[in-house]
């Protein structure tokens, strides 16, 4: 039921803030994820993180597999989708980084997370198809 349209409307129309798209011979412009590479706040903390990104809601399909930037095997873990919160989009391979390789997600997104209890909102699904990458593309060389 809606209860308040301005606002569902409001977010149907704003863009979502994309995040983890990394480079690759078709995207020269994203970063490569060896930039992001660090430390954990905790186990416990990337658990949490890895579980959001694993139940977002999918968004988008592509033909075939991603590829992990670090050159693992090809793996069903990569995924093939983008997945969303409502407010952000990610590459639904994104949370092998974080496991596999240490690599640790904008300060801002893990707030934005912890700030939904480390739940994907139900409202999320079917909001904005359309991608913001300026946040992601401003941390290319200074993350
Ligand atoms: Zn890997």
């Known amino acids: 039921m809606l209860t308040n349209w301005q ?18 011979q078709a995207e020269p412009q994203f970063p490569h994820p060896r930039d992001f590479v660090g430390v954990h706040e905790s186990g416990h903390a990337m658990e949490r993180l890895t579980t959001y990104l694993g139940s977002g809601y999918p968004l988008t399909s592509y033909m075939g597999f991603s590829f992990c930037r670090f050159g693992c095997l090809a793996s069903p873990e990569m995924g093939s989708s983008d997945l969303t919160d409502g407010i952000w989009v990610w590459p639904e391979g994104l949370s092998h980084y974080l496991k596999a390789h240490n690599v640790v997600l904008p300060g801002k997104f893990i707030q934005h997370a912890k700030g939904n209890f480390w739940t994907i909102p139900e409202i999320a699904e079917g909001l904005s198809n359309d991608y913001d990458f300026s946040f992601w593309l401003s941390l290319r060389h200074n993350a």
């Open 7 to 24: 606002e569902l409307r409001e977010r149907i129309l704003m863009r979502l803030s994309a995040l983890g798209f990394w480079v690759s």
